[in-house]
């Protein structure tokens, strides 16, 4: 595939120079859970190797996806800890999941080099915050690098192997979601397939007992003193000349590149400091950059990070350097782009904003996320609505089933992260009367869901789980899970049953049911419900997309439904309270779009009048 090509310029994505960079670092082992905005990442990787498998051929690296973030880094680290080169992709929520293993493995350190993806996510595009994981390398004393363009995202990727090794500590490689999907020209250069085993080394001290502990934190903080010294060396950090006036701006990221065009735009002359190596900050070159400027503008996204480090070390050194950051145009929310960087350097410049090719913000109609058409999550909520108490409560997870949320359906209540469904369920049900009924996916269910169902068997916790088992992981891309047959590689794998996993959690009544039978579904659900204790129905469906895609391959198709004008009694029932969105109102009629049916023909159970049929060909 093009991402293997030996040689020139290819158009890559962000995520994808990525991959190419650690390719020509000889990058080992890769372990993730697919979360936007990291998953091409990994999807790049399960490509090719299902590629050379095709080709018959033996990837030079191993690749999975792992059950969970935390998994993932403990596989990278044990690799790394072997000699072997690993990554470790994933979205900045899933760091927090892997936060408890990194914080001690820092303290051990690795072998070989080993960069840890965060893939930040500033304006909550597909994330539920937009926490600065910046900080992660502050607490945890970790070498961090953020790339400004997808070319430098490859050198950075390569060169961060080395770094994370010259260390002996892993990297934390920090992106954000414009980054990510940006898409620009990338120079490849060689690859380099390492093969072979690596090898634990027993005697040192890898268990981090509180007195190994001791004695590893103060040779971490020797470490960090030398990545210092690299900061302050390194190409990535760099002090660009654009004039001689006594103004600076200082920088890092993607909005770097916002910087650069705005001053080209804006004609006019300051010092810029790259920042690359954003952790330890370069404080030699910060130093310099400090005293050759009157005034300063820090423009970061998210937290004032560098700022406020920028005006400790100019307390330290006493100099009389004004430092401007955030305030005005440059807050603390949401992601930066030209216009916001252009009307901050604007004024911190004197000059006037410049036409920006409108007079007016242009508000763009909005649409609201929704389940796609023929999603087995709509016949889910549909026929357990019909049968739940009025006042439910339905914590709810990540996942495509979150869109649970919009109506007509409006079964989510409250969220919190993956997993968080049946923890949130248990504190319901010790503090209410009232149903509780938590939903989660089947992948999200091996991601987090385990121990919270363990406590609600345990402690007999009076409440209802529906796994929404629709055969993949949907929202990120289709990735495989621990319940398929199948892995990240393509190879066979060993299926984890659902329904016996609940059992084995201690939970007594287990149901699976198709949801796209109404009629079951329902009476599935009552049982469910007038269970004692914790029960849990296994909703089980392909997600539709996956079913598309599997009858297209046997050159076969779903079938179209149509209405029947004349037995149809415009009740609106499959607009208003099945809300397919296939379904349209015009003309004192009501219609289906057959370009937006997907054919699970649902509808047909939902009408009470037999007024939508099957199209015949």
Known sequence: MEMMAPAGKRLLLGNEAIVRGALEAGVRVIATYPGTPASEIGDTFSKIAKQCAKQGKEPSFYFEYSANEKVALEISAAAATCGLKALTPMKHVGLNVAADALMTYIYLGCKAGHLI??????????????????????MGSIPMLEPSTPQEAKEMAKEGFEISAELSLPILFRTTTRLSHLRGAVELGPIKEERGSGEFKKGEAWVTVPAVARKKHPELLKKIKRAEEISNKTHFNRIEEYGKSGKGIITSGIVYTYVREVIKELSVDCRVLKLGMTHPLPTELLTKFLRSCETILVVEELEPLIEQQVRVLAQELGVKTKIFGKGGELTRLYEYDQTIVTKALAKFFGKDVPFLGYETEIEMPSRRPQLCPGCPHRATYYALKQVAPKNSIYPTDIGCYTLG????????????????????????????????????????????????????????????????????????????????????MGRQAKAIDLEGLARGCGVEHVDVVDPLDLDKAKQTFRRALDWEGTSVVIAK????????RRLNRLGESLPLYQIDQD???????????????????????????????????????????????????
């Not at 919190?416 to 509780?436: H, P, R």
């Not at 987090?448 to 993949?472: E, I, S, W, Y």
């Open 541 to 548: 469906s392909p997600c539709i997309l996956l079913e598309k």
């Open 117 to 138: 993806v965060s893939a930040d996510d500033p304006s909550c595009h597909s994330s539920q915050n937009e926490q600065d994981n910046r900080y992660y390398a502050l």
């Open 405 to 488: 949320l919009e109506e007509p359906l409006g079964l989510a209540d409250y969220l919190l992260c993956m997993g968080s469904s049946i923890g949130t369920a248990n504190g319901f049900a010790i503090a209410t009367k009232q149903q509780v009924v938590a939903f989660i996916g089947d992948s999200t269910f091996f991601h987090a869901g385990l121990p919270a169902l363990v406590n609600a068997a345990h402690q007999m916790r009076n409440l209802v789980v529906v796994v929404l088992d629709n055969r993949t992981t949907a929202m990120t891309g289709h990735q495989p899970h621990p319940g398929l047959e199948m892995d990240g």
């Open 567 to 617: 037995k149809c009694r415009k009740c609106k029932l499959c607009i208003v309270k099945f809300g397919c969105p296939a379904f349209y109102w015009k003309d004192d009629e009501i219609w289906i779009d057959e370009t937006l049916c997907n054919g699970c023909g649902v509808c047909t159970q939902v009408c009470k009048f037999d007024a939508i049929k099957k199209v015949i060909d």
